[in-house]
């Protein structure tokens, strides 16, 4: 049953609605790849078990982390897809220690950085899990190389994430729209579900991996004290289905330094920009503790980062505790 009805699709959106971005045609192509992509994820992440595809393929990536077998897959669909759009000149990804530079000329093309498939230790389990994507804009006449990739977050010029959970949703954001469409599988298309997404006053959640609270340091366990007083946990474990509840519904995530990873865990470009991004352009705050993420300037492209990350108050508030000591 197609239940798409008479809802914005997001070819249509692209066509019409790329609105204060300032970008036109090139973007939007980007952007559906990055929705063909994701809907062969989907299908493989849904049939996973049932092709005997799950598991890993016995290698661990360049994060020394081991590689599931559909972490490979969505890897390769989305490199196909972006590459195959005519607009993005470059790829760094998560699973990939080099950048992808595409061969051919994009003009003033995309350069797109990304996970292809974040919260790898959920996909055995049937939790959510998500795809994840910072895209800037290649500069002016530039002959795209490996450094080409390393710039700070506040130059991408969108973002976009794709949960797979009980639905399918594509979560885009352009300079202050942000807006999330639900792929209805029946028509194929992603329709506009989630217009002008605002990230809510009231905070009724946190996010963060309590078992970690020993190894951070005595300023992080009292601003996590704070939250954990004020605050419901709710904590999936896959970034984006973090994030995207507390988008929607009002929350705040921390995967702050502790005394193992003083980088943090999760990856700057591949997570940290892109999310950060998306946060900004919804009224919320990206922060490491120190610095707001998006004025991080990459050394490495695989780099880490301590992320705060949703309702802006309550990012400055954690933020605040920490700074104090
Ligand atoms: P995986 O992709 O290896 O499952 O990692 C997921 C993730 O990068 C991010 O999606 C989660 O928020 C975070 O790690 C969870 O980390 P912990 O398991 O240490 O809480």
Request: hydrophobic letters at 40%.
């Amino acid at each position: 049953m197609v239940v798409t009805g008479n809802r914005t699709t997001l070819q249509e959106h692209l066509t019409s609605g790329l609105g204060e971005s300032g970008q036109t045609g090139g973007l939007g192509a980007v952007v559906l790849a990055i929705a063909d992509g994701s809907i062969l994820v989907q299908q493989q992440v849904r049939q996973a078990a049932l092709a005997d595809a799950l598991g890993t393929t016995g290698e661990t990536n360049v994060q020394n982390e081991i590689v599931q077998r559909l972490d490979k897959a969505s890897s390769d669909i989305f490199v196909e897809t972006l590459s195959a759009s005519g607009q993005v000149a470059a790829i760094g990804c998560e699973e990939i220690e080099r950048p992808v530079i595409v061969a051919g000329d994009v003009g003033d093309g995309f350069i797109v950085l990304m996970d292809p498939l974040d919260g790898s230790s959920n996909i055995d389990v049937a939790v959510s899990i998500g795809s994840i994507f910072g895209i800037w804009q290649k500069r002016p006449d530039e002959t795209v190389n490996d450094d080409s990739l390393l710039r700070p977050g506040h130059e991408q010029v969108a973002a976009a994430y794709v949960v797979y959970g009980s639905s399918t949703v594509l979560v885009l954001a352009t300079k202050n729209n942000v807006f999330g469409f639900t792929l209805d599988s029946d028509s194929g298309d992603f329709a506009l579900t989630h217009p002008d997404i605002k990230i809510p006053v009231e905070c009724p959640y946190y996010s963060t991996n309590e078992g970690n609270n020993k190894v951070l340091d005595e300023p992080t366990q009292k601003a996590i004290a704070q939250l954990r007083s004020k605050y419901s946990l709710r904590y999936v474990g896959s970034l984006v289905a973090d994030f995207h509840r507390n988008l929607l519904k009002g929350g705040i995530f921390a995967y702050p330094a502790d005394q193992g990873r003083k980088d943090g865990r999760l990856r700057l470009m591949y997570e940290a920009n892109p999310l950060g991004y998306v946060a900004e352009q919804a009224g919320g705050a990206a922060s490491t503790g120190y610095e707001r993420i998006m004025d991080i300037v990459p050394a490495q492209l695989h780099q880490r980062t301590p992320l705060i990350l949703g309702n802006k108050d309550v990012v400055e508030e954690t933020v605040a505790v920490i700074q104090a000591g």
